[in-house]
């Protein structure tokens, strides 16, 4: 079955330290997508890639970091500069064809993070 | 940048009732406009989206939404709701940043269906 795999989906980690949630995708997608969910707060773009390679911040992007190396795959690390990691965080994937009018983000099934 | 409004982080019915989920957008231009449901601690899944092609739009699990530019609206509705609908809507609109087209999330409304 084509999907989006997120994992783990619970996360713990200790205040201070880096920790990096996974992202694959096997829908041969070229556009990958991280964002933050807060309860109330409806979903906000962290960083986004439209190749292999290439990534652009999204609305929210400090104190986080990702890469590009493979299609398949879009990790995203939570550094310790970032204040308030405590979230809900979603990788999607579209094919970035065409823009959104013919295009549609598929989203995974999210992971939790809490800082302890 | 764009905004998107969904009136009412909670709206509850009673099972068999009509479902009417609110979303506004700023805009002005016609954008693309989506609705995406999410269950308890899952992804999103998109329920339907518009670009321009029909006002009013059918999506999945018996859900429409019809777009009303003079109201700069996108309302989600349901004739009968089912216990099943019970989760969280989001509205979300296309924005061109950058030069790439990003979405935009309005903050959500949980949907409670009463037995």
Redesign the interface.
Same mark, same amino acid.
């Given at each position: 079955d084509g999907g989006i795999t997120q994992s783990p989906k619970y996360l713990f980690r200790k205040e201070g330290q880096n920790v990096t949630l996974s992202c694959e995708q096997n829908l041969n997608h070229d556009a990958m997508y991280w964002y933050r969910q807060d309860p109330g707060q409806g979903l906000r773009l962290i960083y986004y890639s439209q190749i292999v390679n290439d990534f652009q911040k999204g609305d929210i992007a400090e104190g986080y970091s990702v890469s590009r190396e493979k299609k398949e795959s879009f990790p995203l690390t939570v550094t310790s500069a970032q204040k308030n990691p405590t979230a809900f965080y979603l990788c999607a994937s579209s094919t970035g064809l065409g823009g959104f009018g013919t295009d549609t983000q598929y989203f995974g099934p999210g992971t939790r993070l809490t800082v302890l | 940048a764009q905004s998107?409004t969904q009136l009412g %982080?909670h709206v509850s019915v009673s099972e068999g009732a009509l479902v009417l989920l609110r979303c506004n957008y700023s805009s002005s231009v016609p954008p =693309?406009l *989506?609705w =995406?449901v999410q269950y308890p601690? #899952?992804?999103? #899944?998109?329920l339907l989206?518009y670009? %321009?092609a029909a006002t009013l739009v059918k999506g999945i699990n018996g859900f429409e939404a019809e777009f009303k530019k003079s109201e700069t609206s996108f309302h989600l509705t349901k004739p009968s709701a089912h216990m099943s609908d019970a989760a969280e809507y *989001?509205c979300a609109v %296309?924005e061109i940043q950058?030069g %790439?087209? !990003?979405?935009v *999330?309005? !903050?959500?409304t949980k949907l409670t269906v009463n037995p």
């Amino acid at each position: 079955d084509g999907g989006i795999t997120q994992s783990p989906k619970y996360l713990f980690r200790k205040e201070g330290q880096n920790v990096t949630l996974s992202c694959e995708q096997n829908l041969n997608h070229d556009a990958m997508y991280w964002y933050r969910q807060d309860p109330g707060q409806g979903l906000r773009l962290i960083y986004y890639s439209q190749i292999v390679n290439d990534f652009q911040k999204g609305d929210i992007a400090e104190g986080y970091s990702v890469s590009r190396e493979k299609k398949e795959s879009f990790p995203l690390t939570v550094t310790s500069a970032q204040k308030n990691p405590t979230a809900f965080y979603l990788c999607a994937s579209s094919t970035g064809l065409g823009g959104f009018g013919t295009d549609t983000q598929y989203f995974g099934p999210g992971t939790r993070l809490t800082v302890l | 940048a764009q905004s998107v409004t969904q009136l009412g %982080s909670h709206v509850s019915v009673s099972e068999g009732a009509l479902v009417l989920l609110r979303c506004n957008y700023s805009s002005s231009v016609p954008p =693309y406009l *989506f609705w =995406y449901v999410q269950y308890p601690n #899952q992804g999103l #899944q998109l329920l339907l989206k518009y670009t %321009s092609a029909a006002t009013l739009v059918k999506g999945i699990n018996g859900f429409e939404a019809e777009f009303k530019k003079s109201e700069t609206s996108f309302h989600l509705t349901k004739p009968s709701a089912h216990m099943s609908d019970a989760a969280e809507y *989001f509205c979300a609109v %296309s924005e061109i940043q950058g030069g %790439s087209e !990003k979405l935009v *999330f309005g !903050k959500g409304t949980k949907l409670t269906v009463n037995p």
